[in-house]
C-alpha cells in the first residue's frame, strides 16, 4: 500500500515562481507563444529565448518527503455557476471561466496547488485551435445544419491540466476455467437438429508486463475520459518546469492525492494484464478468473499538459470541446439533430425488415 505521504515528494523542488516578465524593449508584456516557443511581447512583437533545461526524472514511488514548496505570486479563481478553479498569474483582473462561459468568477483563499516537475508547453496555436474545432464540428453528422453554418468556437482559453505519469513491472500468477462453444449434429425421425454446448478447460501460468507512462488526472476540472480521448501527449521528454511556459495561460488546481491517482493507475493496469492473459486462449465464455499480481519498479512523473477549452453555443446551450495543445487532437460535444437520429432509426429499421422479409421468401 502507497503511504499518504507520497504526493508531497512529487512537489520538493524550490524556486517556483510564478511571475510577469516584462519586454525589455517596450516594457510591455510578454506571453508564450506556441509557434515560437518563446515569450513574445503582445505591444512590440519581441521575442526572447526560453533558457533550455534539462529534462525531468523519474521518481521512486515510495520515496516520502516533506512538504513541498508551493504555488507563489499566483491566484485561485472559482468559478461561481460551475465550480471549476484556475491557477492564474496573481494580480490579473479580467477573467472568463474557460469550461462554462460565464464571468462569476470570485478569488479563493485556499492554496492554490504545488508545484509540478514539468510541464508540456502550448504548440498549437490559439488561431489554428479554432480553424480546428470548427472544422471538427461541422464534420459531425447528427449535428444540425443550421449550427453547422454557423458554428463558433467560443470562449477558447488555454489551460495547463495536472497529470501523473506512472511506470512498473508487473508480475501475475493466475489460475481460472474458459469456456469454447461447440455444435453438435443429432438426427430424429429423419430430420437434423443442432444444438450449441460449451466445453470447460481449466487455465493456468503467469504473465511479465512493463507499464510506462500511464496517465491519470490529477484535476477534478477535466474528467479521466476527456484525457484519455486527447491521448497522446509527448510525455517522455519533459522540460523541467519554468513558470514561463504558463505566461499568457492558466493552470488547474491539483486537488487528487497521488495515492489515490496510484490506486486507479493499478486499476487500469489489471485491466490490461486480464486482457492480455485472455488474449492468450481461444474461449466464448470466463467462467473464473483469479490473478495475483505484483508490482515492482514503481516511478512516477507529475507533469502539467496543455489543452485548450471552449465551446459552441446553440439554442441557448453549451457545448464543451477540448483540443490537446500539442497535437490538435479533439474531444467534445455538440448538439445532435433529433430528425436525423429519427431519420436514421428508421432506415435502420426499414433495412431490418427487407432482410427478414427477404430471408422468409428465400
Known amino acids: 500500500m502507497i503511504d499518504k505521504e507520497i504526493e508531497e515528494k512529487i512537489y520538493n523542488d524550490k524556486d517556483l515562481k510564478v511571475v510577469s516578465k516584462k519586454c525589455v524593449n517596450c516594457g510591455g508584456e510578454t ?86 516537475q514539468g510541464v508540456v508547453p502550448f504548440k498549437l496555436e490559439k488561431s489554428k485551435a479554432v480553424f480546428l474545432a470548427i472544422k471538427w464540428a461541422k464534420k459531425k453528422i447528427y449535428a444540425p445544419r443550421k449550427f453547422k453554418k454557423s458554428v463558433k468556437a467560443e470562449n477558447l482559453h488555454g489551460v495547463y491540466s495536472p497529470i501523473f505519469t506512472f511506470d512498473a513491472n508487473s508480475t501475475s500468477n493466475y489460475m481460472g476455467r474458459l469456456g469454447k462453444s461447440y455444435v453438435v449434429t443429432h438426427y430424429s425421425n429423419g430430420k437434423a437438429y443442432v444444438s450449441t454446448r460449451v466445453r470447460y478447460f481449466n487455465i493456468s501460468g503467469t504473465l511479465n508486463m ?5 496517465v491519470v488526472q490529477a484535476s477534478t476540472d477535466f474528467s479521466q475520459n476527456v484525457i484519455k480521448s486527447l491521448e497522446p501527449f509527448p510525455t517522455k521528454d519533459v522540460p523541467l518546469y519554468d513558470p514561463k511556459y504558463l505566461k499568457g495561460f492558466s493552470a488547474n488546481t491539483y486537488d487528487r492525492e497521488g495515492a489515490k491517482c496510484w490506486e486507479e493507475c493499478v486499476s487500469m493496469m489489471n485491466q490490461k494484464i486480464e486482457q492480455n492473459i485472455l488474449k492468450k486462449y481461444d474461449y466464448d465464455y470466463k467462467q473464473s478468473l483469479n490473478i495475483n499480481t505484483k508490482f515492482s519498479g514503481k516511478t512516477y512523473k507529475y507533469i502539467l499538459v496543455p489543452i485548450y477549452v471552449g465551446h459552441f453555443a446553440y439554442n441557448k446551450k453549451l457545448y464543451n470541446f477540448y483540443i490537446n495543445g500539442d497535437n490538435g487532437k479533439i474531444t467534445g460535444k455538440t448538439p445532435i439533430s433529433v430528425w436525423k437520429v429519427l431519420f436514421t432509426i428508421l432506415v435502420v429499421l426499414l433495412g431490418l425488415t427487407a432482410l427478414t422479409l427477404l430471408f422468409y421468401l428465400n
Do not use: M
Open 31 to 116: 506571453v508564450f507563444d506556441p509557434k515560437e516557443q518563446k515569450l513574445k511581447c503582445l505591444y512590440c512583437g519581441s521575442v526572447f529565448d526560453i533558457e533550455i533545461n534539462s529534462k525531468i526524472e523519474e521518481r521512486n514511488l515510495e520515496e516520502k518527503t516533506k512538504n513541498g514548496q508551493v504555488w507563489e505570486n499566483a491566484e485561485v479563481l472559482q468559478c461561481q455557476s460551475c465550480g471549476a478553479k484556475e491557477i492564474i498569474e496573481a494580480g490579473e483582473v479580467s477573467h472568463v471561466c474557460p469550461f462554462c462561459g460565464t464571468n462569476s468568477i470570485v478569488k479563493i483563499s485556499e492554496i492554490p496547488g504545488l508545484k509540478p
Open 210 to 214: 512493463n507499464f510506462d507512462d500511464i
